[in-house]
């Protein structure tokens, strides 16, 4: 029933919006109410949310992917930076041309060497890049002229074109290409972005906002919107409070309590959309002290399994999101075709956890209620981000329930730049984590896959490997019919399951916030913010600060262009 629940509510993504015909483009601005500041703002490089999508805003993709999400050939995309491409008869190639209209917001155009540029870039490993461990079947880029991209493939494969396509959003070589790899993250380039998307970067202030400002001459015309501002808020409480007090116009993942407070104020509307993010808590099965020995604790599965069977994920969930998330199945999410409902789960069963513990040798022999080995007590610590309440609520509750198990856990909140650090570097125990995946359920790859745990700061935080899992994922991917795919998948999730790298939290309902006098074109499943472009304020219904100009231009106006 929960799944059937579930589906249904994804039937209200295309029921959002207005009806009639939109204005042309009127201005109007957009301010969203987030807890925490981006990482940085680099396609591929960044690991929050807000990064994200800032970057999706800025930046533009070869083609873009339809509310579909379908992935399989390239009937699902419509084009971006290429107005058109071109099969080779073997489809071992594809020859992308680009929009000759196309430019960055510095005012240079767009050329083929940009995208042959970002796919090096993204392959090289002393950048690290997350995208790098799906990009193993293009082989290479060219460019023969300037207008003309060509990506080969090592295999023909059902989503080639994704891969080409959605992976890597196109990067201006000339900003970049004397810069090492390595020291991309540290580069005043990654906190003012330049690219050739929508809306083009205007300033990043650290704890109080980013803000992007249409770009009026873009090759696709100007959006509907003139601004779209990030109010950066410390922590949760103070993010939601900001868009109930009318002091922002949009707020992502409201909770239960929050729904209630919504509903009393008629200016407020409430939306679920399709979701493609589930939360878990990580453990690192490698010593944070030393990467080529195992985790001290952790290295050993049936410990692992044993601390999975003491939790109660039901309990959990229902606690922190009430009946606006389900518990999570894997490293997968309910909306992918290829996910089975019905995967099975380490059971909960406190019981059974504990003697699996007291055969481990986990013993409590001095009567403190935390049992130990050879002298050392179950304790470790748990890494959460403290701006997110959902995370820091459901860290207290999955520390009550190991303490009943005997195991002592101590609960770390952090601010998000130094859990991520800690990540990078793993130098942790066990973290919660949460990954909103891609259109592509082989985005598993990047972040449970063997490639993700090796690769310099590849995104497997928990350095989880496993030979099985890994090929299960390939051939799944390789699979040209639906039922083959569903099924190598299922193994796969399975094969993780049982090795239990993590314990599968929950697997959130989009539910989000927004102003009535916001105008929502669409709200694409696997990224809500995809259509902002689209999105528009009537005249009648703007208030002050829509009619404001943007802020002082950042250097992306140096080369003399326009400004809304």
Known sequence: MAALRFAGLLVVVACVGTEGPPPKPSGGTL???????????????????????????????????????NIIGDGGFTPRLADKWTWARDSLSIAFHIDERARWHDGRPVRADDVRFTFDSNKDTTLASGVGALLTNIDSVTSPDSGTAVFWFRSRAPQQFYDAVYLMPIMPAHLWRDIPPAAWRASPNARAPIGSGQFRFVRWTPRGSVELAADTLNYHGAPKLSRVIWSLAPDFTTAVTRFLSGETDFFEGLRPENVSAVAKQPQLRIAHTGGLGYSFAQFNLRDPADRARPHALFGDRELRRALTMAVDRGAIVRSVYDSLALPALGPTVRMYPTTDPDLPQLPFDLARAQQLLDSLGWRDVNGDGVRERNGRPLQFSLGVPGSSAARVRMAVLLQEQLRQAGVKVDVDQLDFPVLIDRMRKRTFDMMIGNWQTQASPGGVRQSWGTQGSRARNGLNYGSYESPAFDAYIDSALAATEIRQRRALFTKAYETIIQDAPAIWLAEPIPTLGYHSRLQLAHMRPDAWWAHVPEWWIPADKRIPRDNAPPAAPSSADAAGRKTP
Do not use: E, F
């Open 31 to 69: 301010v969203i109410s987030t807890a925490g500041d981006p990482d940085l703002l680099i396609p591929g490089l960044t690991a929050s949310i807000q990064g994200t999508q800032i970057t999706d805003l800025v930046h533009d993709r070869l083609a873009d992917i339809g509310d579909s999400l």
